[in-house]
């Protein structure tokens, strides 16, 4: 099998590791070539530029995992809609396209605030820019000819990714008053492991989400790493930070995202829980000096 990796990041190059472990052939396609794993044939291309995917490889699958570096609604616009409608065309145009295309979108299409279970079903209906930019993605992914699945990804964390743990370790992160907003989390493992097997399911649903079995209120996830780190519980947060931040979002509660459809569909998460995945994070660390 061929693979395509259209924005061959974080999480793109955890699945392109695994599916050379696969034996497959993978392409990773990047703004520039540093840092691809062993083995992934460098694209070098501008997935907002059409002319640059003129001569794209011959590929059985497609994962479009670009994220822009800015997080304006220009820079979402320009990467997620724009550089989809150009990957999608210049895949279409080809004499023998690929059989899938996964896309992947974000939690961000949900807006329930009420701290309430959201899944596949559940209504779209956010009026954030970010949200929306992934609802018009996910609408070109159906509509394209090509047989794709939109993967609406939870907060990614691991690897490098773990400033919430150098927050606790360092006593600079605060607690909320009251009950605090959901956090959905995902390992970048099981995003890399579930993309992986979202490209190899047969007969699959148009959408799928991707996140923990648990859902955690923030709060207890800070007060938890501190007793894992060893070191003083976050304190309640008055900075001009967090209020800001409550003023913004009074009583939100968030969303409890459900990924019983990608667990019935035979996935097997190797981090279920933040305690899994963070636990592992923690053991990696440095000792500390004596
Ligand atoms: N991070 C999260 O919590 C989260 C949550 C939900 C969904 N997602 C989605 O999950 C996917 C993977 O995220 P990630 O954290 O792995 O992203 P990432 O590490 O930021 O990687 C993004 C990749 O996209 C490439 N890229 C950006 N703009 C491009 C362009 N115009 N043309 C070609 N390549 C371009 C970058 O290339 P260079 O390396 O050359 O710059 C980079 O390799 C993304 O689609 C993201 O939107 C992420």
Redesign the pocket.
Known sequence: MRTLI???????RELARRLLADGEQVWG????P?DLPEGVRPLV????EPDSLARLPEVDRVV??????RFDEASYRA?YVR?LGNLVAALGAAPSPPQRLVF????GVYDQQDGSWVDEGSPTTTDKANGLVMLECERLVQACPIPAISAR????YGGQRCRVVRDVQAGTATTSPGPSVFTNLAHRDDCAGALRHLLTLRDPEDVYVISDDEPVERNHLLLWLASLLQVPAPVEGTGAETSRWLAQRPGDLGKRLSNARLRASGYRLQHPTFRDGYAAIVAALDPPRA
């Open positions: 259209a924005g061959c990041g974080y999480v793109g396609l990047t703004l520039a540093a291309a501008d997935l907002r479009f995992s670009a994220a822009p570096t990467t550089g992947c979108s974000s939690m990804i939870a907060g990614i």
